[in-house]
């Protein structure tokens, strides 16, 4: 059999997630073995080995991760719910919060009764000192694991990491922090990752040194929301997550600074110093086991093989944390990677110049053929994994990343010797440092310029359109492996215009289309509603770690809306208002819609009415007891003015009838709904709609709801009196959309 560990490794993969999915079960696992051993020792071993390795790693894919759950991440997972002192070990810097911090620790099995240790996440309160890697820190911790969360699995995403627990300190506990006389050498990767994001912070811009602290050591928390939606939308985003791009060219630096011999030597120590210095993720890890694989051969004489390579990566990655194989970047980084081995190669042969052409002009050819021919290999095997995680696709990304990779390649080298000199030489390194500020600004440059092209998203909305992308990714799979040098040089740019088409196709067939988004904000509110480019905004705040502005401009940004040409404050508190101001500071708004009355002496109305006035902004006032339509029937708002101080809104269209009543209270709603009827479909309220359940029970005979929507990021009901109720706290954003023909 030819390369078996090729084989084995995808069906040890194969039997890790069946055992994850929990589609088998031990007594299958069992017949199976059975099963393995009497086919091994049957005389017809040769013949049937291929069926023999494929058995063999799918039962040892399902009897080690069933293990390794029982014995190793079952136990730590049960520490869920208990409080207790203990001490742990720092393994990275703090990330900052307004209020408190978080931090990867390690914690020994002997501190918590179990029987290995582990690594996890900590909340702690803010310290006067930073914590340094090594440092120890006792205290009183809460164990928990969340589920999932406005819509997203957090607790398959923490395995998948290697966390089955996480930990935050007791409301009103104390800590202590404690330095070890003597910091292992393991965590000096980890400070010198600080020190070169000290020295991009004093030699570039903030915007500027949050994309180098991004790209050489994987901190994304100083980029902000806009500048990771842009280059997400470009389809750059693997320049700012660390992959095997970047180790590649860490590689190409050490053999071009000190040559193939030396610098192969050096390679493996060097590969394992920048693993502890950004940090076990997936992408990362495969990386530096190929590369290091590679290097191995080379100073053993061996000769390499990138798939077995990439097979060995999967299989130790695999044995380490079998959970990893639920990691979305482990999957697109194993998937851009097994394309463009299959096919970039044998396509840059295909279209290369022909021999005798200019020099240069073959080596800029090649550069951006390569970018090209990596994106769409890529591409053709992550569409389907993208589309069915995230459910979009940027339809830009061959052009964003043929404009931006060459950058990238120059920039990256620029910043890591720039950095390493800049930590004893600043002069030195502001010198070096030049170019890359203007490398940096031409890639967000192109990066914003693409993600600014209208209908550059293709949405996956339904199985059908899932079906649709997997049959393209399928026959674009079929033309890189059979189509020759004119049907490639015909066929795959018609592929990729063709999925342009489809984004703009699709882009302008809903423009006139009605969008109703209810944002998760815990217990505040925001909602967006928009149709043919025009939108209006229902409350700006948020709560839980939730800033609504950041929310709002985040989504107006993906559906390309500059402007609000309505905001609609149903109250002036900061349940209801409270990042409004924030909001006004980037989102230019056409008119304000606020209650006649609000506590004129309360946060955020004397701050709200300031920037009402230095901005020019045109402001309404509803009386009680009036209604009043917005000007644009499309948007079919009416905005009723229940009572002193509050708002209610309506929003009606052709398949919708929805009524927010967020701001009011239960006593409010009787007073309400003995004086008019307001039957409707769909009734948003806060988390006071259910504080006295008989109350609750009259209110939902007058309304009358197929559906609540619930916004409050603690009540998990399901059901109110038979009627479905929808929380965005547990499901993420709720988006309704209306088809206008």
Known sequence: MHRPLIWFSAAFAAGCALSLLSVVSLPLTAVLI??????????????????????????????????????????????????????????????????????????????????????????????????????????????????????????SYYRSLGYPVLASVSDGASIEVTAPEHRPLSYYPKRLAHSLCAVFAQHGTERQAAFWSALTTGDRSALTTLDTDHMRRAGLSHVIALSGLHVGFLISILLLVCGRRV??????????????????????????????????????????????????????ILVLL????????????????????????????????????????????????????????????????LLYHFGYLSVFSVFSNMLALWAVSLLFPLLVIGGLIGIKLAPVAAIILIPARWLTDYIYKISDLIAGIPYGILYCESVFDFCIAVVLSAVTVLLLWKGGKRVLMGALPAVVLCVIGISVWRGVAGADDLRIAVLSEGSGQAIVVSCDGKAALIDCSGSSYHNAAEDVIQYLDWQGIDALDWVILTSVDKTHARNICELLDTVPVKQMILPEKSYENREPYPQLMEKISSLEIDCEKVAPETETDIADPALGLTILGSIERKLAVRIQSEDQ????????????????TEQTSLSCDTLIVSGGFTEDSDKMDE??????????????GWTSSSYFNNIPVLNPYYIGEIDWKTIRN
């Open 657 to 672: 009838d929805i009524l927010i009543v967020h701001a009011l209270t239960q006593n409010m709603l009787l007073e309400l």
């Open 322 to 385: 079998p959970d990893a194989l639920m990691s979305v970047s482990l999957q697109l980084s194993f998937a851009s990677t097994l394309g463009i081995l299959c096919f970039a190669s044998r396509i840059q042969r295909l279209l290369s110049l022909p021999k005798g052409s200019n020099h240069f002009a073959k080596r800029v050819y090649q550069t951006l053929l390569g970018s090209v021919i990596c994106t769409i290999c890529s591409t053709a095997f992550t569409a389907p994994i």
């Open 699 to 712: 209110l939902l005979k007058r309304f009358a709801p197929r559906q609540i929507v619930l916004e409050n």
């Open 263 to 316: 610098g192969t030597v050096l390679g493996v120590p060097i590969l394992a110093a920048f693993l502890f210095m950004v940090g076990w993720s997936p992408s990362v890890a495969r990386a530096c086991l190929m590369y290091g694989i590679l290097l191995v051969s080379f100073q053993l004489r061996r000769q390499s093989d990138s798939f077995t390579s990439l097979s060995a990566a999967l299989l130790i």
């Open 34 to 155: 059975v099963l393995v051993l009497s086919v091994t020792c049957g005389k017809f071993l040769r013949r049937l080995l291929p069926v023999c390795v494929l058995v063999a790693g799918i039962v040892c894919g399902i009897s080690y991760t069933t293990a390794y759950h029982t014995y190793i991440t079952d136990p730590i997972a049960d520490l869920a719910g208990v409080s207790q002192r203990v001490t742990v070990t720092a393994t990275g810097y703090a990330t900052q919060y307004d209020d408190s911090q978080r931090i990867k620790v390690k914690i020994k099995g002997s501190e918590v009764g179990r029987p290995v240790g582990f690594s996890t996440l900590v909340y702690l309160p803010l310290t006067e000192d930073e914590i340094q890697p090594g440092d120890k820190i006792n205290g009183r911790l809460d164990f928990y694991m969340t589920g999932v969360r406005e819509g997203f699995d957090k607790e």
